[in-house]
């Protein structure tokens, strides 16, 4: 079976082919679309008058190909003048953000002081370098805990507690071009002061120990062991308490060559409190026992185990007193170790200054703490208390230290009684030994805090 095959117009094709000839040429570049000097030629614009009204492209389907990037380029024009309109408001803020984010040194100028103490021309500058988030108040124990110790043990010693350092050490060394001090002679109560622990003056709790406490015959721990002092003495007196004591070998030993009239003051984290305690009395001194107590930017200052803390209920702040009395025994009274928040908290410190009060103590606060209410709060209790006049530290050089000592002086001849604290640096316990011996020469008499106590006591 034949099939018809369809005869295929050749000619009519090729007509078709030659008349779109112009229309492809026109759309080649250069020689290949025929223009002269080689450049294309634009297609010319679509026709759409014969496309129905509601079928032909509108201007943004006719422009899609462009829009994108006028997108982009908007995007990025809006981006860009947002980010300059936030740094012109902003600038000045993130400034000063990043400016306190930056470690800084504190620099410091040392002061030259010749070999009699005077200021002398500084020869040139000297700066020291400490870290920023070094501790405003003295840090303790790193790892601290408040929590109830269930069994009495020995308390661990706050590893960055204020000691005298190895420089400290050294800066007393100049001192021997000095002229030596004269002796005085054996202090006559020397090894005389009243027999401790007196077995009527003691309290024995259990898991805690044995603390002072008042007798049943009305004697008071702080009277009994007190050194004693002349209550017909009527030149002005002047008081000398060294806090901080026994953590240093150097420094303790130094403090407790000072004349018998000084009021000496132990850490209850030191080593062998009780030897350093005994050492102090059997020289002539009355001593005290440092009371550690919270700070005001705890956490990041700590005031060892033995802290008394705000956020702790009463009871618990009364059995780390306890404690802290436990760790030695003839000694009149406790002296603030820190305490900033502890100080400044009524609610938390009435408690432990009644508990004080009953017990025959006395309370003495270093002036480390301005907003201190503890002396208000002892005064309200009928607690015998003293206050620092002034505090002598590791800050101050050797000239600043003797213009603090003469400043004593005037005070105490204008309100016939003067207390000093001071922190036991190798240079200031030489200042004020050498000071102290001419106390005498100078109408002006040094006695025991107790001696004060007592005298403003009599005076009302």
Do not use: C
Not at 24 to 46: F, I, Q
Not at 159 to 173: L, N, S
Not at 239 to 267: C, K, M, W
Not at 377 to 389: C, E, I, L, R, Y
């Amino acid at each position: 079976m034949k099939l018809a095959m369809p005869k295929l117009n050749f000619s009519g094709l090729m007509g078709k082919v030659k008349g779109l000839g112009p229309a492809v040429k026109s759309m080649l570049p250069g020689k290949l679309g025929g223009s002269k000097g080689g450049t294309a030629t634009a297609a010319p614009e679509p026709d759409y008058d014969d496309i129905p009204e509601h079928l032909r492209p509108t201007f943004f389907q006719r422009k899609a190909h462009v829009l994108p990037v006028f997108a982009a380029y908007g995007l990025f024009l809006m981006t860009g003048i947002g980010i300059a309109a936030y740094l012109l408001i902003k600038g000045p803020a993130i400034e000063a953000e990043m400016e306190a984010s930056i470690p800084r040194a504190e620099i410091s100028e040392f002061q030259f002081v010749d070999e009699r103490g005077e200021m002398g021309q500084d020869s040139g500058t000297a700066t020291t370098a400490e870290p920023v988030d070094a501790p405003g108040e003295d840090t303790a124990d790193a790892s601290p805990s408040n929590a109830p110790i269930e069994a009495h043990s020995e308390p661990a010693i706050p590893d960055q507690m204020e000691q005298p350092t190895d420089t400290a050490m050294t800066q007393a060394a100049s001192d021997a071009d000095e002229p030596p001090l004269a002796n005085d002679g054996p202090d006559p109560y020397a090894g005389n002061l009243a027999a401790y622990p007196d077995p009527g003056l003691i309290e024995d709790i259990a898991s805690v120990g044995e603390v002072p406490t008042a007798g049943a015959d009305g004697r008071v721990p702080w009277k009994v062991y007190a050194r004693p002092s002349s209550s017909l003495e009527t030149r002005p007196r002047i008081a000398i308490v060294v806090i901080n004591l026994g953590l240093s070998v150097q420094a303790t030993e130094a403090a407790i060559d000072l004349p018998g009239a000084v009021t000496l003051s132990f850490s209850p984290y030191a080593p062998n409190l009780k030897d350093w305690i005994a050492q102090a009395r059997n020289a002539g001194h009355e001593v005290m026992v440092g009371l550690p107590m919270e700070p005001r930017d705890f956490p990041r200052s700590d005031a060892g185990l033995l802290s008394l803390m705000t956020g702790v209920e009463p009871a618990q702040n009364i059995l780390n007193l306890q404690r802290v009395m436990s760790e030695g025994s003839g000694y009149i009274g406790l002296v603030n170790y820190q305490g900033s928040g502890f100080t400044a908290n009524r609610a938390a410190l009435e408690p432990v200054m009644e508990d004080l009060s009953k017990r025959g103590l006395v309370y003495f606060d270093t002036l480390d703490n301005a907003t201190s209410i503890a002396p208000e709060v002892a005064q309200s209790v009928g607690m015998p208390h003293a206050t620092a006049d002034m505090m002598i530290d590791a800050t101050q050089s050797r000239g600043s230290v003797l213009e603090h000592l003469t400043q004593l002086e005037l005070l105490a001849k204008t309100q016939k009684t003067a207390i000093v604290s001071i922190k036991p640096f190798p240079m200031i316990l030489q200042r004020v030994k050498r000071w102290s011996r001419e106390l005498s020469g100078k109408g002006m008499v040094l006695t025991p805090l107790s001696g004060i106590i007592t005298a403003r006591l009599r005076e009302g």
